[in-house]
C-alpha cells in the first residue's frame, strides 16, 4: 500500500456530488443539525456508509487555511491604489500580510502574491475570497497554497 498521499485543491465543480455532500453532512453535524451521522448523511443526500468511507479525505480548503500561512494569487489592473485597496480587505478582515511580491505590470496588469498569516481572520475564506473579487481593480483572486 502506498503511504504516500498527494494533495491538491480542485475546484467544487470538479468533484463528484458525494464528496460536496460528504462535507454539507459534516456541516451539519459540526453545527448541530444533524444530531447523529445518520441524521446529518440523510441531510445531505448520502448514505452512512459514504459519510464513513470518504468523511477522513475531505475538508473544505477554509477548513485546512484558517489558522495558517496562506499565498494568494491576483492579476489586479494596472492603476494607482488599486494594491492599496486589496491590502485594506487583508487588514480589513484580520488577516496579517507577511510577503508581497509583484512583477512589473504588463498590458494593464499586475500580477501578485500575498503571503498572509490567517490566524486572525474574522471571516471564513470562502467570504474572503468572494469579497476579494469584489475590490476595485481586482481581474482575479484566489488561494495559491497554505501551510
Given at each position: 500500500?502506498?503511504?504516500?498521499?498527494?494533495?491538491?485543491?480542485?475546484?467544487?465543480?470538479?468533484?463528484?456530488?458525494?464528496?460536496?455532500?460528504?462535507?454539507?453532512?459534516?456541516?451539519?453535524?459540526?453545527?448541530?443539525?444533524?444530531?447523529?451521522?445518520?441524521?446529518?448523511?440523510?441531510?445531505?443526500?448520502?448514505?452512512?456508509?459514504?459519510?464513513?468511507?470518504y468523511?477522513?479525505?475531505?475538508?473544505?480548503?477554509?477548513?485546512?487555511?484558517?489558522?495558517?500561512?496562506?499565498?494568494?494569487?491576483?492579476?489586479?489592473?494596472?492603476?494607482?491604489?488599486?494594491?492599496?485597496?486589496?491590502?485594506?480587505?487583508?487588514?480589513?478582515?484580520?488577516?496579517?500580510?507577511?510577503?508581497i511580491?509583484?512583477?512589473?505590470?504588463?498590458?494593464?496588469?499586475?500580477?501578485?502574491?500575498?503571503?498572509?498569516?490567517?490566524?486572525?481572520?474574522?471571516?471564513?475564506?470562502?467570504?474572503?475570497?468572494?469579497?476579494?473579487?469584489?475590490?476595485?481593480?481586482?481581474?482575479?483572486?484566489?488561494?495559491?497554497?497554505?501551510?
Amino acid at each position: 500500500m502506498n503511504d504516500n498521499h498527494k494533495y491538491y485543491i480542485v475546484e467544487d465543480s470538479a468533484l463528484p456530488e458525494v464528496l460536496i455532500r460528504c462535507v454539507k453532512a459534516k456541516e451539519y453535524l459540526s453545527s448541530g443539525r444533524g444530531k447523529t451521522v445518520g441524521e446529518a448523511a440523510a441531510y445531505a443526500g448520502i448514505s452512512r456508509s459514504a459519510f464513513y468511507k470518504y468523511k477522513d479525505l475531505i475538508s473544505p480548503f477554509s477548513d485546512m487555511s484558517l489558522g495558517h500561512i496562506i499565498t494568494f494569487s491576483m492579476i489586479l489592473r494596472d492603476e494607482p491604489g488599486v494594491l492599496s485597496g486589496i491590502l485594506a480587505h487583508f487588514a480589513g478582515n484580520g488577516a496579517n500580510v507577511l510577503t508581497i511580491y509583484q512583477t512589473i505590470p504588463s498590458g494593464g496588469r499586475a500580477p501578485v502574491t500575498i503571503s498572509a498569516d490567517t490566524t486572525g481572520m474574522n471571516t471564513d475564506l470562502d467570504s474572503f475570497i468572494e469579497r476579494a473579487m469584489g475590490v476595485s481593480g481586482v481581474i482575479s483572486f484566489g488561494p495559491l497554497a497554505g501551510q
